[in-house]
């Protein structure tokens, strides 16, 4: 088994930044890869951005260019950094990682205000 837990998420202003974290604990050795999905109101659970043990980024096209993904191993930690944040990236943000399963966090909310 493999706990996420995210921290980071809030109300900001259109234009300003955030910073996701989302620690992760129990079986981790198996994890090869980790990322960032959301949900907005009324809609589908879409990639944000995903990094491999490898350093392999994919971003999704919302998010290339304003948002980075990084990963401290040694804490077991991944990050999302969310620059020029729009109205439209109101959702709530969830923590992924996998193995051969699928695990999530328990969600954290981001919104952004006109």
């Known amino acids: 088994q493999v706990q996420l837990v995210e921290s980071g998420g809030g109300l900001v202003q259109a234009g300003g930044s955030l910073r996701l974290s989302c620690a992760a604990s129990?079986?981790?050795?198996?994890?090869?890869?980790m990322g960032w999905y959301r949900q907005g109101p009324g809609k589908q659970r879409d990639l944000v951005a995903v990094?491999?043990?490898?350093?392999?980024?994919v971003y999704a096209d919302s998010a290339k260019g304003r948002f980075t993904i990084s990963r401290d191993i040694a804490k077991n930690t991944v990050y999302l950094q969310m620059n020029s944040l729009k109205p439209e990236d109101t959702a709530v943000y969830y923590c992924?990682?996998?193995?051969?399963?699928?695990?999530w966090g328990q969600g954290t909310q981001v919104t952004v205000s006109s």
């Open positions: 992924h990682a996998a193995n051969k399963f699928a695990y």
């Open positions: 129990g079986n981790i050795v198996s994890i090869n890869v």
């Open positions: 990094i491999t043990n490898g350093g392999n980024r």
